[in-house]
């Protein structure tokens, strides 16, 4: 589907129909993810008899504007569109869609999954969410059909080492864990801990934490430097310092509950309401107070 009809479900239909009609070989309907939820399109392509899905084609999308002569790239006789982006920054938006359409009963399809595909280790990712085959177009484009050969090598001696001997042993395997936020539990508690041995106080975590997180990480004067600390009881376990740092190692996540508590969202304001109080800040406050619950 082009992105404009495939952002319409009764277009999808439609046209889906009109192919299906006639095929006499299995119809894959490819899906623009130029769209909210990608669900609404594949259910109309299930409903018109699509053999499978392939998906995601690319984004819309403009490079930029050259500063100097003020006109959109690429630029065509001063006049420019918008164009379609790919390669591995589109893959977390296609693994998103991926395990939505994959998740959903009524589509109910097999998937061809696409988009940032670049090592077999990306190909392994869409397949435990969901995809039974998956496509390369940017990385070949970039380095050529050799990259398959590579990528068919480590792809086998992955399965091989996990003991599986076809895709249907892991396909969608990891489409289990994908659950409304509300169903987290809220006493799962991890911490950043810095490593004060291969610090290199260059504050970046500071000011990541500070300015970006939850003002958690302390700085103290030593020996003309800072020496950074975190204060685990205000931590959130965001993990934007360890992203920023510039060391190896240096900061790492620490999973710090045992795992022996559990108390969702929905658990939290089911109990809420049993105690028949209206639903605001002070009385919230109050019930995670008093069952030990700090929501940040
Ligand atoms: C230069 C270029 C041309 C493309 N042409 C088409 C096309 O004609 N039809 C189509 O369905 N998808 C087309 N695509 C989309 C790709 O097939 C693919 O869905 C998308 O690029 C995401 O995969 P990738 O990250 O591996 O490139 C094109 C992509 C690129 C980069
Ligand atoms: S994990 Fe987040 S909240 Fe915790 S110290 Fe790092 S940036 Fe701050
Ligand atoms: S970002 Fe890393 S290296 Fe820099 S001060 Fe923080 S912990 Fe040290």
């Not at 500071?206 to 970006?212: H, R």
């Amino acid at each position: 589907m082009g992105s404009a009809v495939g952002q319409v479900p009764e277009y999808c239909k439609m046209i889906t129909e009109w192919v299906t009609e006639v095929s006499t070989i299995p119809v894959l309907v490819k899906l623009t993810p130029n769209i909210t939820d990608m669900r609404y399109p594949a259910r109309a392509a299930r409903a018109a008899n699509a053999d499978g899905l392939s998906l995601i084609n690319t984004i819309n999308s403009i490079i930029g504007v050259d500063l100097d002569t003020m006109k959109i790239m690429p630029s065509v006789a001063g006049k420019s569109s918008h164009g379609g982006y790919a390669g591995p920054a589109v893959k977390p938006i296609a693994l998103h869609h991926l395990s939505q359409v994959a998740s959903d009963r009524e589509v109910n399809l097999p998937i061809s999954g696409i988009g940032g595909i670049s090592t077999w280790r990306d190909a392994v990712e869409f397949i435990l969410l969901g995809a039974t085959s998956v496509q390369l177009c940017t990385a070949v484009m970039h380095y050529g059909f050799r990259i398959i050969d590579d990528s068919t090598e480590g792809f086998t001696n992955w399965m091989e080492s996990k003991g599986f001997s076809s895709i249907d042993d892991f396909k969608g395997k990891a489409l289990e864990q994908i659950d409304e936020f509300g169903n987290f539990n809220l006493l799962h508690k991890t911490v950043a801990r810095i490593d004060q041995d291969k610090c290199i106080h260059c504050n970046l975590c500071y000011i990541a934490c500070e300015d970006g997180a939850h003002q958690c990480i302390d700085l103290t004067p030593v020996n003309g430097h800072y020496k950074t600390e975190v204060r685990e009881e205000d931590c959130v376990g965001c993990s934007l310092c360890s992203l920023v740092c510039p060391v190896e190692g240096c900061i790492t996540m620490v999973r710090v509950d045992d795992g022996s508590n559990k108390k969702t969202w929905n658990e939290l304001i089911e109990e809420f309401e049993k105690e028949g109080k209206p639903l605001t800040w002070e009385n919230l406050a109050e019930f995670q107070k008093k069952h030990g619950i700090v929501i940040h």
